[in-house]
């Protein structure tokens, strides 16, 4: 008996258990994607991958939109990847024909939709160019980094090496202004003499007014540049250039400017006691690679094409890598390469050497 009452429940138990009728399951509501709350203190994205982030809009241009996601951090996502996007605060959106048009931006359905004082505006999206804020005290109107190398050796060889430097850029739909500072100084702590080993110094500002996706002008590019090595008290430079994106889409960009300007340079010590004043023809190129989501590489390498007194050929080069390992905290490795082709003799007859090498690690802090 007891055989038969095990056999019993092992057949039972593999009976499938189903009391609904196949007319009641028809009836039964389909599984729904629920319906997101957008807070308003957040902007929100969504992917077409169906996943949503918060965060704050930075910008949009190329076609590529910068997101700093509150999970995330900063990230840049292919236009085509986006399926909607939703602002907090009023964003200056620009379309193709050069119209500038402010407001609160729901992009939905490939329409962006505008809502400003009331009044709903809608445009079709591949008339979209560029997205920034409108704010002109948000802090996403300016991107900021400042990075800090030190380097102190004591023992048989007392030195103190360090680099500052900084880089600001604020983007507006229209325009670009950038400003970059560096300074690197030397100095053996126990040497008698207070001449430094490194004193060098420059700052770099330039504003761009982009003409399309491609072409865009340099209206103003000035330089300061100090240098106790190359013999050089002060050079400054100002000029204008054209510029182009000879690529530019999610892990590449290229730019290159050409143009005029006028440089005025002053010597610590030279035998011409005037200021040496050249016309110059500048170029410069300008590469970023995205190397993997948390690695860079930066190429930044310009050439000045002077009078001989002035130096013939002014070169100078950036170039290394941006590990970022936080959201805000990165480390750079960064080569700085400075020649002057043809250095100014000093009073005392001792020429320069041409070219100047620096490789420096550093800590720099983003502030977004």
């Known amino acids: 008996m007891h055989r038969f009452i095990l056999f019993f429940l092992l057949f039972i138990s593999f009976l499938p258990i189903d009391n609904l009728s196949a ?10 994607k629920p319906t997101p709350v957008f807070l308003q203190k957040h902007d929100w994205l969504k992917l077409k991958s169906d996943e949503w982030l918060k965060g704050d809009i930075i910008s949009m241009y190329d076609d590529e939109l910068e997101f700093d996601s509150d999970e995330f951090g900063l990230e840049t996502f292919d236009w085509e990847d986006v399926s909607e996007l939703r602002s907090r605060y009023d964003q200056n959106i620009r379309f193709a024909n050069g119209e500038v048009v402010k407001g609160f931006l729901i992009v939905h359905s490939n329409e962006v939709t505008l809502i400003s004082n009331g009044t709903e505006r809608k445009f079709p999206l ?9 704010a002109d005290s948000r802090r996403e109107l300016w991107d900021v980094e400042i990075s800090l190398g030190l380097d102190i050796s004591s023992g048989n060889v007392n030195q103190l090496d ?28 126990t040497n008698t ?15 761009d007014w982009f003409y399309n996706s491609q072409i865009f002008f340099r209206l ?11 013999n050089i008290q ?45 016309a110059v023809l500048a170029l410069s190129t300008l590469v970023e690679y995205t190397v993997s989501s948390r690695t ?13 007194e002035s130096g013939k050929r002014n070169s ?5 890598f941006e590990f970022e390992f936080t959201d805000d905290f990165e480390l750079d490795i960064m080569l700085y390469f400075d020649r002057v082709a043809h250095p100014v003799v000093s009073v005392d007859s001792v020429k320069p050497e041409p070219n100047d090498y620096q490789l420096y690690m550093s800590i720099g802090y983003n502030f977004y």
């Open 220 to 230: 103003f590019d000035y330089e300061y540049m100090s240098d106790f090595q190359q």
């Open 296 to 308: 860079d590489f930066i190429f930044d390498y310009s050439i000045q094409f002077v009078e001989e």
């Open 23 to 32: 007319q009641e399951k028809e009836t039964l509501p389909a599984w729904e």
């Open 316 to 320: 100078h080069l950036k170039t290394g």
């Open 126 to 134: 591949s008339e979209l160019m560029s997205i920034t804020s409108a």
């Open 193 to 207: 003499n207070d001449q430094p080993i490194i004193d060098a110094s420059r700052v770099t500002s330039s504003l």
């Open 162 to 189: 360090y680099l500052f430097s900084a880089v600001a850029q604020r983007s507006t739909p229209y325009t670009r202004f950038k400003t970059e500072a560096t300074y690197n100084y030397s100095k053996q702590t």
């Open 234 to 278: 002060a050079r400054n430079s100002l000029g204008t250039s054209i510029g182009y994106h000879v690529v530019d889409n999610k892990r590449l960009q290229w730019d290159v400017t050409a143009g005029p300007s006028f440089q005025i340079t002053s010597y610590e010590q030279s035998a011409a006691q005037a200021d040496q004043k050249s």
